[in-house]
């Protein structure tokens, strides 16, 4: 079942006997895990309807003795296990018995980062249950989670806004609904989100330092591109968030060096690569430093580092470091 299909039904209160929550997006696991709460338990807290395990800590037997538990004063019951992904393959196997023949009267809810198709029990529970993946947005999928979250809220944003929010947000959703939320905040009794009510909420420390990595990065200057770096990991951020950040920045060059060549004009650029129109020239700007071959060897080198920080176990702000050194003298030759 896809996400959005879930979440009608269960805003209509129409919850499955066995659903598995699971995916990267933690934001919107957590999202479905509030709708399935909300519509099974409406006051929110029910000591007799609502039972919680842990995957790590848990036996099939007292999930299955709890889900077989009948709901007092109330028409159905829910029964959670939370890092489900950590249950024991013989507990999962001990599962299999109840999947086949669940109690209607309760929702039994996994919640995970991943499964496992192989295992006996999720191939049965894709028989008799409902397993729905949540995978991270991608940046076409952005501005629409943006738009319909406003507008759930009576509240429309204008097109530069969104842009330039989407823009700015590098992040997950969770940073993404924070700012959100700062924005709700900030308007008050306001219905319109413009351009000045994002840039007044919104950090542009790390986007604006990102910009400018691009840019010594096209001049040549590695000492400024290092000293970014540092400045960014000094505030807190993460090293391949950063990376996140770079690929996206230079994708977005390519596009617009791309657009450029090819003479579309500004709105033009602007609406095909995405990109608010009144950063359009800057982008204009830095893309000329580089040539296709250019942005074809960065991806090389993005791609190398991001296996690498996930696989090596190296120092991640030292394969920055040696990233950027590495574009940089690529680019001087």
Not at 154 to 171: E, F, K, Q, W
Not at 284 to 309: C, H, I, N, P
């Amino acid at each position: 079942m896809k996400p959005d299909e879930l979440q009608r039904k269960l805003r209509n209160r129409q919850v499955p006997e066995l659903l598995y929550l699971y995916g990267q997006e933690s934001f919107l696991v957590q999202r479905a895990v509030s709708l399935v709460r909300r519509a099974l338990l409406p006051t929110g807290k029910d000591d007799f309807n609502d039972s919680q395990f842990y995957g790590k800590e848990a036996t099939a037997g007292q999930i299955i003795q709890a889900a077989m538990t009948l709901p007092v004063f109330a028409e159905r019951r829910l029964v959670t296990v939370k890092d489900a992904q950590q249950l024991p393959a013989a507990e999962l196997d001990e599962l299999i018995t109840y999947l086949k023949n669940p109690v209607p009267e309760t929702c039994l809810l996994f919640v995970g980062d991943k499964i496992d198709s192989r295992r006996k029990f999720f191939q049965q529970f894709k028989k008799c249950g409902v397993l729905v993946e949540f995978k991270p947005l991608s940046e076409r999928e952005l501005p629409g989670h943006i738009r319909s979250f406003l507008e759930e809220r009576d509240v429309r944003i204008t097109g530069d806004a969104l842009d330039l929010l989407c823009a700015m947000l590098g992040g997950g959703l969770h940073e993404v609904h924070s700012e959100l939320e700062k924005l709700l905040t900030y308007l008050g009794q306001r219905t319109l989100a413009d351009v000045a009510d994002i840039q007044a909420i919104v950090s542009r420390g790390h986007t604006e330092n990102i910009f400018e990595l691009g840019n010594a990065v096209g001049r040549g200057d590695a000492a400024r591109a290092l000293a970014l770096v540092k400045a960014l990991t000094d505030a807190g951020e993460a090293p391949l968030k950063i990376l996140s950040l770079l690929v996206r920045h230079f994708r977005q060059l390519w596009k617009v060096r791309e657009l450029q060549t090819q003479n579309h004009g500004k709105r033009e650029i602007a609406s095909l690569a995405g990109v608010p129109f009144f950063v359009v020239d800057a982008l204009v700007a830095q893309g000329k430093r580089f040539s296709r071959q250019d942005f074809q060897q960065a991806y090389e080198l993005f791609l190398e580092t991001d296996l690498a920080m996930k696989s090596s176990g190296a120092d991640a702000e030292a394969l920055l470091d040696s990233l950027l050194l590495s574009l940089v003298a690529r680019r001087k030759n």
